[in-house]
């Protein structure tokens, strides 16, 4: 009896040595709100009485740059003095576990980042509150560059700057897209977590899907039913503070 289960183990430790854990993450605003970051639904999607939706809108910005300046200029104090939680902590746990991985995030904010994980790991598909690039030619730099008692405009063609952000009614970034979509050709992934996101964009639904096409597990981390849940092969109803620290040790765990 000793000696069959003593194969049956270093079998599994062989399968285990072998085996390749490739992960997709996907985390939406749900993830940041619990470290503070007002999303913009419900009541936190005001500021001084304007909808959010609607500030985060090239007309916005034509129609009133420093207003728009003015509302992200809080926004990042706001993330600036936010920190990450056990969610960001988690995600960046299991990204060092796993042998492939990659985070696709819709939070403009460095949470992520700074829970641990590195840039190499993650596409911010709606870009970043702290990089700003012109409106009009290609030139991009660090929002620290930026003096603010002056709308800010470009060194090279002077048009107007603005947040690195992808609007409401804007295209995707071209690069970040194209590394979304080398991930998921070199191969489809064990597992798929998709937290804190409402997935009302069909390009959410479209990435989680084939990420797990070859029966890779799909969890959903959501308090709240969305249009993922009727693929998900897990579903974990609470805040992603609380269930993906658990979700990533029991992964850990299997996989070693
Ligand atoms: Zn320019």
């Known amino acids: 009896m000793r000696q069959t289960s003593l194969s049956v183990d270093l079998e599994t430790a062989a ?24 999303t913009f639904r419900g009541e936190d999607g005001y500021w001084r009485n304007f909808s959010a939706a609607k500030l985060a809108t090239p007309e916005a910005f034509e129609r009133d740059p420093k207003l728009v300046w003015e509302w992200y200029s809080e926004r990042r104090q706001r993330i600036s003095n936010a920190r990450p939680n056990a969610g960001h902590e988690a995600i960046a746990k299991l990204a060092r576990q796993a042998d492939e991985f990659l985070l696709v995030t819709q939070n403009v904010d460095d949470l992520h980042f700074r829970a641990g994980l590195a840039n190499e790991a993650m596409v911010q598909i709606h870009g970043n509150i702290f990089v700003t690039r012109c409106c009009r030619c290609d030139f991009r730099r ?49 597992l798929v977590v998709v937290a ?42 609470e805040p992603a503070a609380i269930a993906l620290p658990r979700i990533v040790d029991a992964t850990v765990s299997y996989s070693h």
Do not use: K
Request: aromatic residues 8%; hydrophobic residues 35%; charged residues 20%.
């Open 15 to 38: 399968a285990c040595r072998s085996y390749i854990m490739r992960v997709l993450v996907i985390t939406g605003a749900g993830v940041s709100a619990e470290s503070g970051i007002p």
């Open 196 to 237: 804190g996101t409402t997935a009302t964009f069909g390009y959410i639904i479209n990435w989680a899907l084939r990420a797990s096409r070859c029966g890779g597990e799909l969890i959903e981390v959501n308090p709240e039913e969305t249009p993922i849940s009727q693929f998900a092969t897990q579903l974990a109803r």
């Open 142 to 190: 660090d929002y620290n560059h930026e003096h603010e008692d002056v709308l800010p405009r470009c060194p090279g063609c002077a048009a107007l700057m603005r947040p690195g952000v992808v609007w409401f009614g804007e295209r995707l970034p071209w690069s970040e897209l194209q590394r979304v979509e080398n991930y998921l050709d070199r191969g489809a992934c064990d």
